[in-house]
């Protein structure tokens, strides 16, 4: 890729001990040295070796901006696989841009969102997946997110993808071969060669449109509502679970009206939380509207954490939202387990089924160890992150996977119906050009700049 010589902000901008102006082009170097005084005044940038550090000044003109660190990465061995100089100032909000002034001032023009790893992906440095992924890896918000990321940025999901492909386009070639060739090369009982192929192609491909759910669980967090009777302690809960008083608790019933939303990261697992108002038969028009809200927010949650309180019966308001529990993930909390008892372990078990109950106190703090098991063994099975899977985590690249999958279940009903192999050719392209748009060697120009001006400045 050929283009005009970039600059911009690599760090956040704020008040910080460094931050880092990236310059990336053909013109970088020359552009550095208009900016760059070493502290004898002769040193020039563009006769430097590449992967050095140089100490020095940046200016505009006469006037010294500040003093620097420049470190010198020549094509193609930089992020970008282009010339590149990173400046290293101090991070105050206004010496660095300062900086970035001067450098703009002297011949770069200013990057665009993610043009930096756009012009990574486009000179071959990367492939689509794992430009995707350094965006991912800035915006994990658990260490889950974080080793999926990190993985894809490797290229776990861009290699698997094209081991497939490579297996595909032999197979295309091989028919269009034979159909070109018929004299020397035998399509008998190749159908039922290909089906076999294709049928382990199939289930690799729905083996991974199966782990976009733990991808988004890991990504964007579970969707967790709390649900319970007034007075249950649901907002104890949610406040234990924070570390701060987040919810207003009182002996009040009824004092939570609305739905109460927090993030939390519980070792490694983000829960999305919403503490809701109890579910009861009131007269009081506000909290019946809460009432349903938390109702209607039940049948769209990843988990429901139902929350019993132990020293009270279970009564028709506990039926009721046992009922909700159809179609959902559940753990119930039999709360209070400080108090002399009145439901017990065992007869919520036989109320709530298979889901697991676990017995905690908001108040002394117990239980809550076996809360974060649950969760782990739950939605992510205890390990998920120490081991070789490959999880989707983008959405994009499961809608490709789906495409790819009804292409090839197309050559599998190609093969019962006897037809013509020219027939299974069109439908293996087709499903190597959808596994080809997730690594970005089947994708328009449109769909890279959309991918790629989500990402942040700098970047």
């Not at 760059?36 to 040193?43: I, L």
């Not at 703009?104 to 993610?114: D, L, M, R, S, V």
């Given at each position: 890729?050929?283009?005009?010589?970039?600059?911009?902000?690599?760090?956040?901008?704020?008040?910080?001990?460094?931050?880092?102006?990236?310059?990336?082009?053909?013109?970088?170097?020359?552009?550095?040295?208009?900016?760059?005084?070493?502290?004898?005044?002769?040193?020039?940038?563009?006769?430097?070796?590449?992967?050095?550090?140089?100490?020095?000044?940046?200016?505009?003109?006469?006037?010294?901006?500040?003093?620097?660190?420049?470190?010198?990465?020549?094509?193609?061995?930089?992020?970008?696989?282009?010339?590149?100089?990173?400046?290293?100032?101090?991070?105050?909000?206004?010496?660095?841009?300062?900086?970035?002034?001067?450098?703009?001032?002297?011949?770069?023009?200013?990057?665009?969102?993610?043009?930096?790893?756009?012009?990574?992906?486009?000179?071959?440095?990367?492939?689509?997946?794992?430009?995707?992924?350094?965006m991912d890896v800035i915006e994990a918000k658990n260490e889950y997110a974080l080793k999926s990321s990190v993985g894809q940025l490797r290229g776990s999901i861009g290699q698997k993808i094209k081991d497939l492909r490579a297996k595909i386009i032999y197979h295309i070639a091989y028919i269009e071969s034979a159909l070109d060739d018929p004299e020397h090369i035998s399509l008998d009982g190749y159908p039922?060669?290909?089906?076999?192929?294709?049928?382990?192609?199939?289930?690799?491909?729905?083996?991974?449109?199966?782990?976009?759910?733990?991808?988004?669980?890991?990504?964007?967090?579970?969707?967790?509502?709390?649900?319970?009777?007034?007075?249950?302690?649901?907002?104890?809960?949610?406040?234990?679970?924070?570390?701060?008083?987040?919810?207003?608790?009182?002996?009040i019933a009824g004092t939570t009206r609305d739905v109460l939303e927090q993030s939390i990261n519980l070792h490694g697992i983000t829960l999305n939380l919403m503490d809701t108002a109890g579910i009861r038969d009131t007269e009081d028009i506000v909290e019946q509207i809460g009432v349903q809200r938390a109702k209607k927010y039940a049948k769209e949650a990843d988990l429901i954490l139902y929350v019993a309180?132990?020293?009270?019966?279970?009564?028709?308001?506990?039926?009721?939202?046992?009922?909700?529990?159809?179609?959902?993930?559940?753990?119930?909390?039999?709360?209070?387990?400080?108090?002399?008892?009145?439901?017990?372990?065992?007869?919520?078990?036989?109320?709530?089924?298979?889901?697991?109950?676990?017995?905690?106190?908001?108040?002394?703090?117990?239980?809550?160890?076996?809360?974060?098991?649950?969760?782990?063994?739950?939605?992510?099975?205890?390990?998920?992150?120490?081991?070789?899977?490959?999880?989707?985590?983008?959405?994009?690249?499961?809608?490709?996977?789906?495409?790819?999958?009804?292409?090839?279940?197309?050559?599998?009903?190609?093969?019962?119906?006897?037809?013509?192999?020219?027939?299974?050719?069109?439908?293996?392209?087709?499903?190597?050009?959808?596994?080809?748009?997730?690594?970005?060697?089947?994708?328009?120009?449109?769909?890279?700049?959309?991918?790629?001006?989500?990402?942040?400045?700098?970047?």
């Open positions: 890729m050929k283009g005009e010589t970039i600059a911009a902000i690599s760090t956040a901008v704020n008040s910080s001990g460094i931050g880092i102006v990236r310059i990336s082009g053909d013109q970088a170097f020359e552009i550095a040295d208009r900016v760059y005084r070493s502290p004898k005044g002769k040193k020039k940038l563009s006769e430097q070796q590449s992967h050095t550090v140089h100490y020095g000044y940046i200016c505009d003109g006469d006037e010294v901006l500040d003093e620097v660190l420049v470190v010198l990465m020549r094509a193609p061995r930089s992020f970008t696989a282009e010339d590149t100089v990173e400046i290293d100032c101090h991070g105050g909000v206004y010496a660095i841009q300062r900086v970035l002034e001067a450098v703009i001032k002297n011949g770069a023009a200013p990057a665009e969102p993610g043009e930096f790893t756009k012009r990574a992906f486009l000179n071959g440095r990367m492939d689509l997946s794992q430009a995707e992924a350094v039922q060669e290909l089906e076999k192929e294709n049928e382990a192609w199939i289930e690799m491909i729905e083996k991974l449109i199966r782990s976009a759910n733990d991808g988004r669980i890991m990504t964007e967090g579970i969707k967790t509502v709390i649900l319970g009777k007034p007075n249950a302690g649901k907002s104890s809960l949610l406040n234990k679970l924070c570390g701060t008083e987040k919810a207003i608790v009182t002996d309180d132990s020293s009270t019966a279970l009564d028709e308001n506990d039926e009721e939202i046992i009922e909700l529990f159809e179609g959902r993930k559940v753990i119930v909390l039999l709360n209070k387990s400080d108090l002399e008892p009145v439901t017990t372990e065992q007869i919520l078990k036989e109320k709530v089924g298979e889901h697991p109950v676990i017995c905690v106190s908001a108040k002394d703090e117990t239980g809550f160890e076996q809360l974060e098991d649950t969760l782990k063994n739950m939605f992510l099975e205890g390990s998920l992150s120490f081991n070789d899977e490959v999880c989707i985590t983008n959405m994009r690249h499961k809608a490709a996977l789906m495409d790819a999958k009804e292409s090839l279940k197309q050559v599998t009903e190609s093969i019962a119906q006897d037809m013509p192999e020219d027939f299974f050719s069109i439908d293996l392209m087709s499903a190597y050009e959808s596994l080809g748009t997730i690594i970005g060697e089947a994708v328009d120009d449109d769909l890279v700049n959309e991918i790629f001006s989500k990402f942040c400045m700098g970047k």
